[in-house]
């Protein structure tokens, strides 16, 4: 299946620097992430990936290691609703991973099509 979005694609970067449940981005709006690039900076440590919207945390990656300077990539569309947020957890005491968290701006009309 071919997923084509199309609209104003935003980009956020976040380096990751501790151990502890990070925030990557929080949805200001309902939006569309695009995709999440995740790079360990020095090792292969630990990657957890999660939204959580204030109650639920669901995990999308969950204590999966690393390949050193390999970028663990996820281009499947998922929805943040407001208040929402995306989360990074690294088990490297200095964190050592930069996130590129790509989306589609929340108040930009956007199209998603799928194809087969």
Known sequence: MTISISGGLLTEPKAITTNTITTVYTAERRTLIASIIVTPTTGT????????????????????AMTAGTAWTWEIPLIIDVGGVLEVTSSAAGGDMDVLTTFVNPNAPAIVRASD
Do not use: C, M
Request: net charge positive; no cysteine.
């Open 45 to 64: 440590p630990n990657l957890s990936v999660s939204r959580y919207d204030g109650t639920t945390r669901v995990y999308i990656r969950k204590v999966v």
